[in-house]
């Protein structure tokens, strides 16, 4: 199988590396040979030859620059959405797939538009959160931390219901874009690390239903999970 | 009269504050909300000195009061570490008289780096330090150019900057800018070409956001670079380390004050060279702050030394959600020649606000870690987990790691008859956890 870790050295807040990691682990422990590529800005990916993508968050101002970069793949990258590549996106990278992202000085720079969803940028005041949210596809919710300065409108096909943190604006209580398997949240950091039974989840997509993915190593990764959960869920109530 | 008043209600306060052990910005607090302006109303000293960045801070600006103390200036600064505008009026008012005027030579103030811009709308610093900008506590300051954006909302046209040249987020402040004073540190040994950390923020031109390249890297994005598009590079310094010898425990600066260090880390270097530039500036001769700075042992509680039954240890203070204070407390404990055990505690995120978030983990260089020097490898606290999946992305043998999430279980494990050297690195949330139980 191969992976791609796409804008690896300036997607990169966070820790964030981890999540592609945390994929070949996974991978290579339940039998499967894995390559992982490390690309970024100027590089030409050939997006159809992988089986998982993985992009992070970056600066205001590097999403910028990346995004202009990002652009050449507009075509490559919706039809392995199409044909249901597993795609992870997290932070403010996902913004790119909308149409429009608008900075604190009212620049607009114009997104992929394979979504149709507005952002909004401000430069006051990082909006950030401990959270815990849940999703349709499993009866574990996810926690991790979101830690923006945007707001997104118009988003049709959420990922999450937020039990604790941030919507995809101060109005929603949905959060993260779902497309097929592209997966785009502004859960931030190594959440595939964080979220054992999500990193199962979407392993399972990649491998397909018949080969079977091995979860007995993550022990640590489970109690970590829980206290974390456990935590969050106090807050949650303190709320 | 309003002036008056204020100063003394904030006097008295601070008096009292005192008496029952309160902080010291609650005072402060109380007279900007009975006097907005107060700030613009008192008379300001000759110098005022201002520092602010990610790491260092605290001992910069304890090293530069040691050093002016000794030479005979009266100087008024933040010890106490409150350092947002109600903890700088405090400083200020408590050093006035009741007529408003600051009774000392130098006013020197440690601002928190985000918050600088409210504390230098009513104060000009005639001297402002920013000694470098890292990832730090993430999940509040947003990412180091969030930051840089909120200092530069700070800076003033008639306030002359002296900035780190090595950090290149840091040396864009003096873009346009002829009279800044720069330092920072020639080509050392043990410096590397790439990057040798879990990230690289130094991989893109702060300026124009194409490739930049290193012809040396003393840590992390800390160096000498140049972008290959603009062009935009290191600025020469006028206060430099030229040498450094860690194993006899020696920085030279400007190539004749050699001073002997007492804690042996590149970091601490970068503190006491910003220390040595702003002594400078105030016009202390260079032997009297070699001799000032020599040896000197920080007051600040970040480095302790221990007993632990018949053990010997140091506890070192990184910072939890900041990796760069991780990697050199690491770097130092991989660096005890006579073999160390290493403990980490990771209990509480942070002192001041509730997060469950560790991604941080993930940006420390624990790879140091796997060399002959460090023998076993203590996890402890709420976290271990997290430290514990962290660490099994290393190479680090299995074997060599235990984890006690209860942290008197690490400390009964380390009271035994094994003769290495202890360290502790956690945070300050968590220090007294372990150092209570000693």
């Known amino acids: 199988m191969k992976l791609l870790h796409l804008y690896y050295d300036i997607m990169n807040l966070y820790g964030e590396y981890a999540n592609i990691s945390a994929m070949e682990r996974i991978l290579i422990k339940s039998g ?61 990278s996902f913004e790119m797939l909308g149409e429009i992202i608008t900075d604190a000085n009212d620049t607009e720079y114009e997104g992929m538009g394979i979504a149709d969803f507005s952002v909004k940028e401000q430069n006051k005041k990082r909006t950030t959160s401990d959270a815990i949210l849940k ?66 989840y979407t392993a399972n997509l990649i491998v397909g239903e018949k080969t079977e993915i091995n979860t007995k190593y993550l022990g640590f990764e489970k109690n970590g999970y829980e206290v974390t959960l456990s935590e969050l869920s106090k807050l949650r109530k303190n709320m | 009269m309003k002036l008056f008043l204020t100063i003394l209600i904030c006097k008295l306060l601070r008096f009292f504050g005192k008496l029952i052990g309160k902080g010291s910005s609650l005072p402060g607090k109380i007279a900007l909300r009975f006097c907005p302006d ?100 993430l999940t509040r300051n947003g990412h180091p150019e969030w930051v840089a954006d909120a200092i530069a909302d700070s800076i003033k046209d008639n306030t002359r900057l002296i900035l780190n040249a090595d950090d290149p987020l840091v040396s864009l402040f003096g873009e346009g800018r002829d009279d800044v004073i720069w330092f920072g540190a020639d080509k050392l040994e043990g410096d590397t070409e790439i990057c040798t950390g879990k990230y690289d923020d130094g991989a893109y031109c702060p300026k124009c956001k194409k490739f930049m390249r290193y012809s040396s890297r003393h840590y992390a994005h800390i160096g000498h670079y140049k972008c290959t598009s603009c ?27 050699n001073i002997s260090l007492a804690l042996k880390s590149l970091y601490n270097i970068y503190n006491i060279l910003a220390a040595f530039t702003v002594a400078s500036v105030v016009g202390i001769d260079g032997d009297k702050i070699t001799e000032n700075l020599s040896d000197y042992v920080m007051k600040n509680g970040r480095v302790v030394n221990f007993t632990l039954g018949k053990r010997h240890g140091t506890l070192l203070t990184a910072k939890h959600e900041n990796s760069i204070s991780y990697d050199q407390s690491i770097k130092l404990a991989a660096s ?57 992305y290393t190479d680090i043998p299995e074997s060599n790691i235990k984890i006690f999430e209860d942290i008197k279980m690490a400390y009964d494990f380390l009271n035994c008859d094994r003769e290495e050297y202890i360290y502790t690195i956690t945070c300050f949330s968590d220090k007294n956890k372990f150092l209570s139980l000693l």
């Open chain 2, 231 to 257: 062009g935009y590079e290191r600025h020469d310094t006028d206060y430099t380390v030229t040498s450094v010898d860690l194993d006899k425990g020696l920085a030279v600066i400007n190539g004749k004050y």
């Open chain 1, 135 to 200: 999703a349709d596809f499993s009866d574990k919710e996810l926690v991790g931390f979101i830690n923006k300065c945007s707001e997104i409108y118009g988003v049709a096909t959420p990922l999450f219901d937020v039990l604790l943190g941030l919507g995809n604006n101060s109005d929603d209580s949905k959060e993260g874009i779902r497309i097929n398997n592209l997966f785009g949240t502004h859960l931030t950091g190594p959440i595939l690390i964080k979220n054992p039974y999500f990193l199962e």
């Open chain 2, 38 to 137: 107060i700030l613009d109303r008192v008379t300001l000293p000759q110098y005022i000195i201002a520092v602010t960045g990610s790491n260092g801070k605290t001992s910069t600006v304890e090293m530069i009061a040691h050093i002016l103390i000794e030479n005979g200036k009266t100087v008024a600064w933040n010890k106490e570490g409150s350092n947002q505008i109600e903890g700088v009026t405090t400083l200020v008012l408590a050093n006035s008289t009741l007529t408003g005027k600051i009774k000392c030579d130098i006013l020197l103030i440690e601002s928190d780096e985000r918050f600088a811009r409210y504390t230098f709308k009513h104060i000009t610093p005639t001297h402002y330090v920013i000694t470098n900008l890292y990832r730090d506590q």
């Open chain 1, 32 to 92: 499967i040979e894995c390559q992982t590529d490390r690309l970024s800005m100027g590089d030409n990916a050939e997006l159809s030859e992988y089986d998982f993508i993985y992009i992070g968050s970056g600066t205001e101002k590097n999403q910028k620059v990346v995004l202009g970069d990002f652009c050449k793949y507009t075509v490559t990258l919706k039809s392995y959405i199409d044909r249901g590549g597993v795609i992870l996106m997290t932070g403010n």
């Open chain 2, 336 to 392: 005890e020649k006579g073999g160390c055990d290493v403990m980490f505690i990771v209990d509480a995120v942070s002192r001041k606000y509730f997060t469950s978030d560790v991604s941080w983990l993930w940006d420390i260089n624990f790879d140091m870690l796997n060399c002959d020097n460090v023998h076993k490898i203590i996890l402890s606290g709420k976290y271990c987990n997290d430290l514990a999946v962290r660490l099994s």
